[in-house]
């Protein structure tokens, strides 16, 4: 063991404490060369890989380790065993300390982050450093000219140092976090194996779950990862900061986002593969008090047909929402919250409204889907294409049915009423809390109430209720409270046939494998007419639909589920709000 006595200050030593950001690289670009060369050989890399290797060393930018993890040549574990026998540190074999010591005066913690090192032990048997890759005389040299005692160097692998920097344990809060603020370190961050491979396989757990949304959500120094799963969000491991912050940026990369802005929200998409079939991700990040955080809604055409008959509606709903489509011209609503299905629902009416004499023209923001009997287009507010524009070009183009992504402002509402009201069949989606609170809405966003009752043909209002799992349900004793409930409005007790699913392997425990849609549905009549035109309250229109026999609330619809076994009453309850 080299004492710090008897050794000379290496070059650039002293900087160690008036400079701790300074990183020690050897000096000679052969050095790097011959380190290269000598990884390559212990790793029996091809001629290919040694001169990949090779350009990824050159200059001293990375260490031969660190470079061959990044470029996934060879296994991590398999890296640091090489680098063990060739530089006599032999491989850290103990388990991480989950607070391990600080680093001791004369180091910092940035210092040892950008060197790939961590202090592993600093007690009475002396201070153990862990290195990712040993072999530099230099660094270990002033390391421990730095502390002025012996130092005992081992060998640690690539995946041991970055899951300590997960959790803070290898990277000072100020360190790494705050150098990811510049923009070309945070590309390079986003373009390591580590983030990419981290990303690439939390998106296939994500799709092999059925999840549709994953969320990376800064958090008092860690980065929390949740995905969405029939519409309940579970946690996954955490990360450190720093490292979901390259995670962000890697898919803001994929998207094609501005990595430096960190500070606007931004939006995009991207298409890859994902366990070997193509999957869109609509990317969408907004800056919070803690750091960025992003939401990567997974589409894929797995499992949906996009077919009217396979959405799972109720078939007096459906019938009724064929029939409205039916119409040759005037305005059809699906309103809803967020994620309760509703374009989906509008993609499977394009698909039975899409035939060869029929011309289909869509704006969307974003396109989940594309389609190649329809003609999409993208909301791009920089390039001045809105929902209004694009309306006003539409009408145009001599469009048969106009799909509308969203009725969100007054202009594009007033164009859609106008395009109906000319001869196309308009389909549209609102945020609206039920049915009969569409036409309100719309008068609320400009437009008038006589022009609406003229138009509108129908208004279908949906949620998704998660499906019981088949393989664990099993039948149910309702409780009072839910007897209660269920007699309220209209069930009789005895013919309930409730279940519960405690959860098995099939569903990962959550007791609930899919979605259902529940639904309500009505077509204006006559009298509808009257009252909208007139600017009858809402109440009014729920009147009058109470006593239309064709027509069930959406409560009934979520009641009628849970009755027959096929969602729990809880989640019946809690997506209806009863």
Known sequence: MPQASSQSPPRGAAQFAAAPGAILRPALAKADQDAAERLARALGL?????????????????????????????????????????????????????????????????????????????????????????????????????????VQFR?????????????????????????????????????????????????ARAVSERASDLHFEQKGGRCVVRMRVDGALRDLEPLGAAFGAGVIARAKVLADLDVASTRAPQDGRATLQVRGRPTDLRISTTPTVDGESAVLRILTRQGVDFTLGSLGFDPPILEAFEAQLRRPFGLILVTGPTGSGKTTTLY?????????????????????????????????????VTFASALRAFLRHDPDVILVGEIRDPETARLAVQAALTGHLVLATLHANDAASAAARLADLGV???????VLIGVLAQRLAPKLCERCAAPSQASPREIEVFVQHGFAAEALALRAAPGCPACNGAGRHGRLPLGEVFTVDETLERLISAGAPTADLRAHLGAVPAFQPLAHDALRRAAAGEVAAEDAFRTVGL
């Open 155 to 203: 060998t640690i692998s690539f995946d041991v140092w970055r899951a300590a920097s997960h959790r803070g344990l290898a990277v000072a809060p100020d360190g790494e976090t705050e150098s990811l603020a510049d923009a070309e370190r945070l590309k390079d961050f986003a373009s390591d194996a580590p983030v990419v491979r981290y990303l690439d396989g939390v998106l």
């Open 348 to 384: 499977a009416a394009l698909r039975r409204l899409a035939t060869r004499d029929r011309k289909v023209l869509t704006i969307e923001d974003p396109i989940e889907y594309v389609f190649d009997a329809i003609n999409q287009t993208q909301v791009n507010e920089a390039a001045g």
């Open 448 to 454: 008038e109430r006589y022009l609406l009752a003229g």
């Open 46 to 150: 091809d001629a290919a890989q040694t001169e990949r290797l090779a350009s990824a060393v050159q200059g001293g930018s990375r260490r031969p380790a660190v470079a061959a993890s990044l470029l996934g040549l060879a296994a991590d574990a398999e890296i640091a065993a090489a680098m063990a026998g060739l530089y006599a540190a032999p491989l850290w074999d103990e388990p991480i300390a989950d607070t391990p010591p600080a680093p001791p005066g004369g180091l910092n913690a940035k210092f040892l982050a950008e060197n790939y090192a961590m202090v592993l032990a600093d007690g009475d048997g002396g201070c153990v450093v862990g290195l990712v890759d040993p072999g530099s005389s230099e660094l270990r040299r002033g390391v421990e000219y730095a502390l002025g005692r012996p």
